[in-house]
T-cell receptor
Framework: QKEVEQDPGPLSVPEGAIVSLNCTYS??????FMWYRQYSRKGPELLMY????GNKEDGRFTAQVDKSSKYISLFIRDSQPSDSATYLC?????????FGAGTQVVVTP | DTEVTQTPKHLVMGMTNKKSLKCEQH?????MYWYKQKAKKPPELMFV???????INESVPSRFSPECPNSSLLNLHLHALQPEDSALYLC?????????????FGQGTRLTVV
């Protein structure tokens, strides 16, 4: 069993819809949680960082962490075609990040 | 400014060549990382430097040799690579206090071994 599970998709949504992404993890020692966006042939771009359970909002992005269920989510409101990319969850402890497989998201006009 | 700069952007090298990848950040971060990413796969950790000292080596073959000359620079020296080492090599940095802070990535060096 992988330490971090993420559905690779692809996930196709119409423009303006809410994109819902999630990851589950198995190791309760993980201490902090990040979401990255990666366009083809580019480096990952940090979208959200949190280390506590609950919600964190930044513009159109909302990250949720439920440590008791070992479950994290990312929601993208009012999705745009420019949001089409691969979204990676990353869960870490003491400098060692475990990435999910990445979910490919396609937002169609 | 959350920029991590990697050079070169692309590199083609033969199996007998020696080359180096370079990474630079000016955010005052004290932890720097090398990751390897194959196509359609997530990044895999190779090395972690904390306060210019190697703190994590994920059992990487010795043909990859990291170096941290100072707190802003990170190099990856390559020697006698194999074609299966072709990948996107990513550098990242974080504040380094306890290593539990957000990591920022560069755009990567796309390496092709022929």
């Amino acid at each position: 069993q992988k330490e971090v599970e993420q559905d690779p998709g692809p996930l196709s949504v119409p423009e303006g819809a809410i994109v819902s992404l999630n990851c589950t993890y198995s190791n309760s020692a993980f201490q902090y949680f990040m979401w990255y966006r990666q366009y083809s042939r580019k480096g990952p771009e940090l979208l959200m960082y949190t280390y506590s359970s609950g919600n964190k909002e930044d513009g159109r992005f909302t990250a949720q962490v439920d440590k008791s269920s070992k479950y994290i989510s990312l929601f993208i409101r009012d999705s745009q075609p420019s949001d089409s990319a691969t979204y990676l969850c990353a869960i870490g402890s003491w400098g060692k990040l475990q990435f999910g497989a990445g979910t490919q998201v396609v937002v169609t006009p | 400014d959350t920029e991590v700069t990697q050079t070169p952007k692309h590199l083609v090298m033969g199996m007998t060549n020696k080359k180096s990848l370079k990474c630079e950040q000016h955010m005052g971060h004290r932890a720097m990382y090398w990751y390897k990413q194959k196509a359609k796969k997530p990044p895999e950790l190779m090395f972690v430097y904390s306060y210019e000292k190697l703190s994590i080596n994920e059992s990487v073959p010795s043909r990859f040799s990291p170096e941290c000359p100072n707190s802003s620079l990170l190099n990856l020296h390559l020697h006698a690579l194999q074609p299966e080492d072709s990948a996107l090599y990513l550098c990242a940095s974080s504040q380094g206090d306890g290593l539990n802070t957000e990591a920022f990535f560069g755009q990567g060096t796309r390496l092709t071994v022929v």
